[in-house]
C-alpha cells in the first residue's frame, strides 16, 4: 500500500467564504497533519479480506479488536459474522471461525463485558454450535457461554445495538417483538447473565425498529430508529428513557418532533449528543443528516448537509469522527464518507480530508479508537484512496 501526505491542517468553520457558508478558522496544529493517512502496517499480509460489510468493530480486553458483519468468509476461509484481529491486524486462528446459521446470517452488534466475556446480536438462529436466536455470549477464548439465559427462543427478530450500563445491565434493541416468549417491543433489559430485568418497564414499546441504543453515564438511555411512537406516544424516531424505562419529559420538549427520516447513529459525550441518520428535519427545523444537541436536547449545530450517517467516534482530543455515505460536510464537497470534525460541531477538519484523498468507494458502517488513537474503519468499502482495503482498515 502506498502512504498519504497530508498537507497543512486548516479548520473550516460556519461563516462566509464565497458565498459557500465557511470561514477559515484556528489550525488543528501540526500535531494532527498525521492523522488520516493509511497505516499500511495493519493489514500487512492479508489477501482478499471479507466477502461482505463489516458492521461493528469491538475493542477487546486483551487488545485485540473483534470485526463482526455480514460476511462469510475473510481471506477465502471461512468466518460466519465474526473475526478476531491482534491490535496490529494480524488474525487470531484460534477464536473461531463460527458455525453460523442460516448460511446468510449476520451480526450487527457487539459489546464487551467487564469480565472480558463478549455479546453478539445479529440476524442468526445458531452460532458457535448452540442454538441462540439473535443473541450469544462468547468466552473470551471466543467459545460459546452457554451459562447466558438465552432460552430456546431467545428473540424473535434481528438485534440492531447492545449497550451496556454501569452495572453491567444488557440493553438490546431491534426489530423484535418478544424475549424468551414474552412482550419485547424492540428494546429489552437483561441482566449480565441474559435473565430479562423488569425493572425496566417499555410497555407497549416503540412502534418500529430500533436501530441504535447508547447508555449515558447517568444510565439513562437514548434510542434512535425508525419509530414514530413509544408507549403510545409520539416520539420521533429519537428518544432518551431513565433507568425504568420511562420517558425523560424534559429532555422530549427540548427535542420536539425530533427527526423525519430513521436515526441510525448515537453518541454521547460529556458535552453533549450526537444524532446521525437519513433524516432532513430535526424538530421542526431544517437540518442535515447529523447534529449536535447539548445535553438537554437542544440543538448546538447541524454539520452533515446530505447523505446518511452510520457511525460516530470520539477521539482524545475531543474530535469527532463521522462515518456513513456522503460528500459533504460542512458545505465542504468531496468529504467522501468520512469525515473528522471539531469537538463543537462546527469545524471540518482539512489536513484528514486531504489525507483521505479519495475517500472510501462504499459505506462506512463502523468506527472505532485503539488505545494509540489509530483509528479502525469498518464498512462495504473495497478500496480506500484508491488502495485494496476489503472491509476493514486502520488510519493513523
Known sequence: MRSLLAPAAVFLGLATLGGCGLQIAEPWGAANAAVGSL????DAGWGSGFTGSVDAIAMLSDGGILAAGRFTAFDARARGGLVKFSADGVPDPGFGPFAISPANASVHAVAVQSDGRVLVGGDFSGFAGGSTAKI?????????DTSFAVGSTGFDGVVSSIALDSQGRVYVGGTFSTYGGSAAPRLVRLAANGVRDTGFAVGSGFSLDVNEVVVES????????????????????????????????????AIGTAANGSVNALLSTSTGILVGGNFSFFGGLETGTSLWLDAFGARRASFLSAGDTSAFARQADGAILVGGDFNRVLDRVATLRLARISSDGTA????????????????????AIQADGKILVGGEFRTFNGVAAAGLLRLK
Open 39 to 42: 497505516d499500511e502496517s495493519f
Open 136 to 144: 450469544a455470549r462468547l468466552l473470551p477464548n471466543g467459545q460459546l
Open 218 to 253: 447517568d444510565d439513562r438511555v437514548l434510542a434512535g430508529g425508525s419509530f414514530t411512537a413509544y408507549q403510545g406516544i409520539s416520539r420521533s424516531r429519537f428518544v432518551r428513557l431513565l433507568s425504568d424505562g420511562s420517558v425523560d419529559a424534559s429532555f422530549a420538549t
Open 348 to 367: 471540518l477538519d482539512e489536513a484528514f480530508l486531504a489525507a483521505n484523498g479519495t475517500g472510501f468507494d462504499g459505506v462506512v458502517r463502523a468506527l
